[in-house]
Every structure is written in C-alpha cells, then in structure tokens.
T-cell receptor, first 113, second 113 residues
Framework: SAVISQKPSRDICQRGTSLTIQCQVDSQVTMMFWYRQQPGQSLTLIATANQGSEATYESGFVIDKFPISRPNLTFSTLTVSNMSPEDSSIYLC??????????FGPGTRLLVL | AQSVTQLGSHVSVSEGALVLLRCNYSSSVPPYLFWYVQYPNQGLQLLLKYTTGATLVKGINGFEAEFKKSETSFHLTKPSAHMSDAAEYFCAVSDGGYSTLTFGKGTMLLVSP
C-alpha cells in the first residue's frame, strides 16, 4: 500500500485568494489524481497529475482555476485560485501503486468565506 | 462511459445484524470494482477490490463483496454489524487499475445499539 499525506489538513480562506495543497506519497507511484468532494456529495475527479507535463483535466475543470504540478513521482500540488464560497469542499489526493490500487490521502478541508 | 448506482443514501441496522450495501455499475469493458469507507473527518480507506478471478472478495473488518456479472452488481456485506462500522461507504468502478475511478453517491451506514 501507499501512505499519502496532505498539507494543510484544513484551512479557512477569504474569497479572491488562492490556496496550494500539497500531496506527498511515501513511495514512487505511477499515477496521481486530485478529487473534490463537495459537502454531502460523492467524489468528483478534477484532474490527473502527470509527472513532468501538464495535468489532464476533466470536463468542468480548467487549469487557470486549478493549476496542478507534479515535479516527481512522489509529490504533487493543487492550487485553488481566486476562491469563492462555492469552492468550499474537501480536496483529496490519490495515487495508484504497482498493484493497480488507488489509495487516498486524508483530504484537505477548505472553507471559503 | 461508466456509472455507479448505490441504492439507498442511508442504511440503518442494529448492532449484530447483517449489513447489505447495494452497488450496481455499468461499464463497456470488464470492470475493476472497489469499495471504500470514509469515517467522519477522514479520507477514503480501501475496503476491498475486484479485478479478475474469484468473484467473492474478502476485505478488511469482516466485509466481503461478490461480483455478479449477469446482474452488474457488486454488493457489500458483513454478517454482523459493529458500532464502529458506522461510516459512509462508496462503491467505485474503473476500466483498469491505472484508470480513473467513477464513484457512486455513497451510502451512509448507521448502526444502532
């Protein structure tokens, strides 16, 4: 299995500001993903974080709003830009190991005022 | 496109009773199927997965699930519920281990004494 940590675990931010969330995996992984879980909802995939190249975004998500970096095989960041209250969610990082299993981080709980 | 339907947003059982959480999926290719559990204020934890082979898979905490291709189902069961099982459960499907996951809306399991 993979152990995934995220920073920060939670934050309260003002509208119009940006927050960068970090995701660290304890081993090299093939794939990393970012999900959003809005209050009381299921998980929605934001993008696939590609190592050394631009992320692949799902429909409804754009790079200007959610820039993602993945400089190596164990680390990725997601930035939530120009935040509004609608961005209040849990943001989860996940990684796929060599055994084709996707593991999740503990999530970052974001509240935008 | 893949989809997952979880019947019942909430399921209530008494401690010691059978737990049955329903999941139906649609997929154009042989699916990989997963159950995850999310405890309050935590990330997602993998309970079990089906990829190929034996259709009855056993997971952690006494849970198991059976893949039934003819019924396109992957229901989660546990013979005897514990209070500690109270959490939200998500069924998910992918078309391969390195592919993205599509989640159901989740089922909240409530366990009463």
């Amino acid at each position: 299995s993979a152990v995934i940590s995220q920073k920060p675990s939670r934050d309260i931010c003002q509208r119009g500001t940006s927050l960068t969330i970090q995701c660290q995996v304890d081993s090299q992984v093939t794939m990393m993903f970012w999900y959003r879980q809005q209050p009381g909802q299921s998980l929605t995939l934001i993008a696939t974080a590609n190592q050394g190249s631009e992320a692949t975004y799902e429909s409804g998500f754009v790079i200007d709003k959610f820039p993602i970096s993945r400089p190596n095989l164990t680390f990725s960041t997601l930035t939530v830009s120009n935040m509004s209250p609608e961005d209040s969610s849990i943001y989860l990082c996940s990684a796929v190991t060599g055994k084709e299993t996707q593991y999740f981080g503990p999530g970052t709980r974001l509240l935008v005022l | 496109a893949q989809s997952v339907t979880q019947l019942g947003s909430h399921v209530s059982v008494s401690e010691g009773a059978l737990v049955l959480l329903r999941c139906n999926y649609s997929s154009s290719v042989p699916p990989y199927l997963f159950w995850y559990v999310q405890y309050p204020n935590q990330g997602l934890q993998l309970l079990l997965k089906y990829t190929t082979g034996a259709t009855l898979v056993k997971g952690i905490n006494g849970f198991e699930a059976e893949f039934k291709k003819s019924e396109t189902s992957f229901h989660l069961t546990k013979p005897s519920a514990h209070m500690s099982d109270a959490a939200e459960y998500f069924c998910a499907v992918s078309d391969g281990g390195y592919s993205t996951l599509t989640f159901g809306k989740g089922t909240m399991l409530l366990v009463s004494p």
